[in-house]
């Protein structure tokens, strides 16, 4: 069935380091793809989106690229700041919205 | 963009009694809503789907009787948690789908906890 496999975490990193999340999809048709982000205490905020193979979405510095051969959509980031502290949840459209588990990010000074 | 508002952000009720908690497309029609419960580091986990006018479509497992859902306009959506007990306390979130964007937007969530 459709699903969503994504890295798990905790994830801990020091400022101005490079981020890689990793989030893989079943293949069931052509789904959109999503990442948001949760601050702690609040709810999901869309990050970026891609809707068709090879699209790349990007914001604040985030990228990822809906890769239909590896069935990926690995969200990465150059350097990353302590305001980037939150946790990533992967998605993706199918018959209802399909969400990783979640990856928590800690960046530290 | 597309904005939904969520109402309370968060609740402390005692055992037994009932919680509503309300979801509001504010600048678009949303005949569609998702409500999904988040356990403390976990994923989403859709509860139910909420359809404008008819009955709401509730997923495995989810008793309908405990989370009453009503859609009754095109811009509200509410989940009323009926008796709720302490392991009902979870966040809750609401989504909408803004087809003209075509994009699922989420209310802030709403921290319930029973004490």
């Known amino acids: 069935g459709d699903s969503v496999t994504q890295m798990e975490g905790p994830v801990t990193l020091s400022e101005e380091a490079f981020l890689t999340i990793n989030c893989t999809y079943t293949?069931?048709?052509?789904?959109?793809l999503f990442w948001y982000v949760q601050y702690p205490g609040e709810g999901l905020q869309l990050l970026l989106k891609?809707?068709?193979?090879?699209d790349k979405g990007s914001n604040k510095g985030f990228e990822a690229t809906y890769r239909k051969e590896t069935t990926s959509f690995h969200l990465e980031k150059g350097s990353v700041q302590v305001s980037d502290s939150a946790v990533y949840f992967c998605a993706r459209t199918g018959n209802q919205f399909y969400f990783g588990t979640g990856t928590s990010l800690t960046v530290i000074p | 963009g597309a904005v939904v508002s969520q109402h309370p952000s968060w609740v402390i009720c005692k055992s037994g009694t009932s919680v509503k908690i309300e979801c509001r497309s504010l600048?678009?029609?949303?005949?569609?809503m998702f409500w999904y419960r988040q356990f403390p580091k976990q994923s989403l986990m859709l509860m139910a789907t909420?359809?404008?006018?008819?009955?709401?479509?509730?997923e495995q497992g989810v008793e309908k009787d405990k989370f009453l859902i009503n859609h009754a306009s095109l811009t509200l959506s509410t989940l009323t948690v009926t008796s709720a007990h302490p392991e009902d306390s979870s966040f809750y979130i609401c989504s909408a789908i803004d087809r003209g964007n075509y994009g699922y937007t989420f209310g802030s969530g709403t921290r319930l906890t029973v004490v």
């Open positions: 600048d678009f029609q949303a005949t569609t």
């Open positions: 891609a809707t068709k193979a090879d």
């Open positions: 293949a069931t048709g052509y789904p959109s």
């Open positions: 909420s359809n404008e006018g008819s009955k709401a479509t509730y």
